[in-house]
């Protein structure tokens, strides 16, 4: 049975940081990344890191330069280091895992399984 379960979320101050974790088990995945949802909001994109001969990874405009997602494939675990937070930046943050090796990351259908999610709240 596959899973992914998420850990790490919390509350912290503007400017704080935090890291999250999502353990994978059943399988490996060739893509693994980030979605959050804010309340009242659609689910999008954070960022994902894509294993193979040349590992990439990709964020969402608005984290990059702040956040790196990062990989232990020993572990088969994807991390999300979530530096100088904002208040925007509140949201359930899901884990999501793919078994393509290419596609459109931004979107939700790519991805074969998510994790249950981990509130990450900043205040002002």
């Known amino acids: 049975q596959v899973q992914l379960v998420e850990s790490g979320g919390g509350l912290v101050q503007a400017g704080g940081s935090l890291r999250l974790s999502c353990a994978a088990s059943g399988r490996t995945f060739s893509g693994m990344g980030w979605f959050r949802q804010a309340p009242g909001k659609e689910r999008e994109f954070v960022g994902i890191?894509?294993?193979?001969?040349?590992?990439?990874?990709y964020y969402a405009d608005s984290v990059k330069g702040r956040f790196a997602i990062s990989r232990d494939n020993a572990k088969n675990t994807v991390y999300l280091q979530m530096n100088s937070l904002k208040p925007e930046d509140t949201a359930v943050y899901y884990c999501?895992?793919?078994?393509?090796?290419?596609?459109?990351?931004?979107?939700?259908?790519?991805?074969?399984?998510w994790g249950q999610g981990t509130q990450v709240t900043v205040s002002s």
């Open positions: 999501a895992a793919t078994l393509a090796y290419g596609g459109n990351y931004y979107r939700l259908g790519l991805y074969d399984y």
């Open positions: 890191s894509w294993n193979g001969g040349r590992s990439r990874t």
